[in-house]
């Protein structure tokens, strides 16, 4: 091995090093904050897991504080499926035409497009839809509140599709071109090779994209902050206003006092969306690498 190549070598293993160093320490950071909810008696007096897991009301400010996780999870559980119900056929249905059908001139276009949405800040989005989504909602299905779920999940998915995007089409272009021109010689026609060959062959890969979607779906904190209402509630009606895991940490991290209960809880529930987070990432890593070493004929 060359020097030039032996430095290399060294610089990019050190910056894979750090990047991993870092996410153990934020993560060791939340636990620490987080584990005086099992430890701490003062805290446990105020904060039951098991009430914390099965009652309905956070209301942590009052004579008598309350912490649910259930509203939270329920909110945040509401604005993902909207997002995706919106996101995973528009991105999906993009990288099969831009993989499969598209010219080459108009791919090198599409592409940038779609991929340059993920380069507008999450507060520009969360600001159009507060000027215009949520008024198209109430108009459309005669909402009582602009700002609900519906209206949260529509700005959100703008946020998913870049990255389901991108994903998907790049599992579509790692199929090999033999097995594409091997179904057209059996006299199968574009379309049927597509959606018979090309996309049960880049499977893995098309749902670690809409793994890495719902994971972003789920961690997004200033749309949700901006247009889901904000309100801790538990209905079955997605025109409801709702109330998010990460816009809860956000609207009330600053307000709270150190080391207090309220402060305790809300690294705690930083700790749980941290974990399934990182668990929806692992399993779609896995997925795609799995897709790419069957393409290539490895076990």
């Not at 649910?68 to 035409?97: E, Y």
């Not at 519906?150 to 272009?173: K, R, S």
């Not at 399993?283 to 897709?291: G, K």
């Amino acid at each position: 091995m060359e020097l030039k190549e032996r430095v290399a070598y060294i610089v990019i293993s050190l910056l894979a090093s750090v990047a991993i160093i870092g996410v153990v320490l934020i993560f060791v950071f939340i636990a620490k904050e987080a584990l005086p909810v099992f430890f701490n008696p003062e805290i446990k007096k105020e904060v039951n897991l098991r009430t914390f897991f099965l009652t309905r009301d956070w209301q942590p400010i009052g004579l008598e504080p309350k912490y649910s996780f259930l509203p939270l999870i329920v909110g945040t559980i509401k604005v993902t499926i909207i997002a995706l119900i919106v996101a995973l056929p528009l991105s999906l249905g993009s990288a099969i035409f831009t993989a499969e059908f598209a010219p080459k001139r108009l791919r090198e276009i599409i592409k940038p497009v779609i991929e340059l949405f993920s380069a507008i800040p999450s507060v520009v989005l969360g600001f159009f839809a507060l000027m215009t989504i949520a008024s198209w909602v109430q108009n459309i299905f005669h909402a009582t509140s602009r700002l609900n779920a519906v209206t949260a999940g529509f700005a959100l998915a703008f946020a998913v599709i870049p990255i389901t995007y991108t994903i998907c089409e790049d599992a579509l272009n790692t199929v090999p071109r033999e097995l594409k021109e091997a179904s057209i010689a059996l006299g199968a026609t574009r379309w049927q090779t597509t959606v018979r060959v090309v996309l049960p062959s880049a499977s893995g890969g098309i749902f670690a994209g809409i793994m890495l979607g719902l994971a972003r779906a789920m961690g997004e904190t200033m749309i949700v902050l901006m247009v889901s209402g904000n309100a801790a509630q538990i209905t079955l009606s997605f025109l409801d206003s709702v109330r998010t895991i990460p816009a809860t940490i956000a609207a009330e991290m600053g307000e709270v006092a150190f080391g207090s209960t309220h402060y305790v809880v809300l690294f705690f529930l930083g700790l749980i969306l941290f974990s399934i987070t990182f668990v929806i990432n692992y399993i779609a890593s896995i997925l795609l690498e799995r897709t790419q070493k069957r393409l290539r004929g490895e076990r």
